[in-house]
């Protein structure tokens, strides 16, 4: 589907985005392997996090979803006890179902297979399968066990201490996950933080979570089932932050947004730009901090921020960050984002090919990307390699550019935002969108 953007001279109004997609991710999976029921509300709509119900239901987990609203879950507990499915469980195109299920079916005492769309079964894997194989867990794959489908025989496995290669909250929350059925505790360490939604929800649901600077260590737990709400996605509210922010003429307020500090680096970026955010805090939802953003039109500045540390919190907001940066005086360097080579599409190799299309000075780095800004960007005709997030900021960037752009394979927005379009054309009073 190919969808039209064009500048709209106002941007103003109020948006909720979609409810987060890790913390639904989570939600879903670890209830249904827990005792007892739950209610989960604004569970995110968007593909991905349908396909972890999907799976789940097929491993014998019973969730209904509200006769009037498919954002509300309920979820009878399994108490870790799942079934044997008939059926290959396909996860889509979401590598966090394929990553965060390999965690829980590393242990189960059945044969499982796990696949997914062209794009996840193209995705390296072998980066969760070598921890999960250190700890018992019998597991085969394609391209010598690197790639999907994934092939489990279930396994005793037991506890270990493991060192990560990169700092992935996915990465960490397989481990965490088959942590849960082994022998003794199992102590992970990560180079940099990434996000915690996997301990926090962990404690919240009596699991003895132990932290210790950049290490986690839990012990063998049984689950116990909680309700949770689920706040709304800041990756998807970045996209109408950074809109916002570029804008010569604009006015937004994001509600209902989770500020877990793990997730909030795309606020600390935007700030380092000089961008003009104000936020207020609201009443935590599920354990997780939550608010209102205010943003509005700024003069911004390149950053050097989005580099290191910082990399793991802003991960999935960097394509849009990048539109940013072409409205940014000076030059904006991006370092050390590497695996963003290997998300839906070579992130990094596709985010400069469309914005250079758009006229953007922009250069790819081996680990990153330089955008010498401010450039003017003009129309083009744009590809999106069925990247949910590339879409997105391909909008955002012919929202602010002249001309009309054109999106192909808008629809994948909807893998994390099947509300985006409609909210682009309420905030743009329908000038910006055809």
């Not at 570029?246 to 606020?267: C, E, S």
């Amino acid at each position: 589907m190919r969808r039209q953007v064009r500048h709209s001279p106002r941007l103003e109004g109020s948006v909720a985005p979609p409810g987060d997609k890790s913390i639904s991710h989570r939600s879903a999976v670890f209830n249904a392997i827990a005792n007892g029921s739950a209610t989960v509300l604004n569970y995110s709509p968007g593909g991905d996090c349908a396909s972890t119900v999907r799976c789940l239901r097929a491993l014998g987990a019973q969730i209904t979803s509200g006769k009037n609203d498919p954002t509300t879950l309920t979820i009878q507990g399994t108490g870790g006890k799942l079934k044997e499915p008939d059926q290959v469980l396909n996860c889509g195109n979401s590598g966090t179902t394929m990553r965060l299920m390999s965690g829980v079916l590393a242990a189960q005492p059945f044969l499982s297979i796990l696949t997914g769309d062209d794009s996840l079964r193209s995705r390296p894997m072998e980066r969760i399968l070598t921890p999960l194989r250190l700890m018992g867990a019998t597991v085969q794959g394609r391209d010598n066990g690197k790639l999907a489908p994934l092939v489990f025989h279930g396994g005793n496995l037991h506890g270990i201490d493991y060192h990560m290669p990169v700092a992935s909250a996915q990465l960490k929350s397989s481990i965490m996950l088959a942590a849960l059925f082994a022998d003794g505790p199992t102590t992970v360490h990560e180079p940099f933080h990434s996000r915690d939604h996997t301990e926090q929800m962990f404690s919240a649901m009596g699991v003895q979570v132990q932290k210790h600077g950049r290490s986690v260590t839990v012990q063998p737990s049984t689950l116990h089932a909680a309700d949770i709400r689920v706040p709304g996605d800041i990756s998807s509210a970045a996209f109408w932050l950074v809109a916002a922010a570029a804008h010569p003429n604009a006015r937004l307020r994001i509600t209902g947004v989770g500020l877990n500090p793990t997730r909030t680096g795309v606020l600390d970026v935007l700030r380092s730009m000089g961008a003009r955010i104000r936020v207020s805090d609201g009443p935590a939802q599920g354990g997780e901090p939550t608010g209102e953003i205010v943003v509005e039109s700024s003069e911004l500045r390149a950053t050097e921020l989005i580099a290191g540390e910082m990399i793991p919190i802003v991960q999935d907001e960097i394509p849009v960050l990048a539109v940013a940066a072409c409205f940014a005086h000076g030059t904006t360097i991006i370092r050390d984002a590497e695996e963003l080579r290997v998300k839906e599409s070579d992130r990094i190799r596709t985010t400069v090919r469309e914005l250079t299309r758009m006229g953007a000075r922009i250069e790819e780095l081996p680990d990153g990307m330089a955008i010498h800004g401010p450039t003017p960007l003009h129309a083009a005709n744009c590809r999106t390699y069925s990247d949910h997030r590339l879409v997105m900021a391909l909008a955002v960037a012919g929202l602010l550019a002249d001309g009309e752009t054109v999106i192909d394979g808008a629809e994948h927005a909807d893998i994390s935002y099947p509300g985006f379009w409609t909210a682009l054309e309420q905030l743009t009073g329908g000038g910006a969108n055809l």
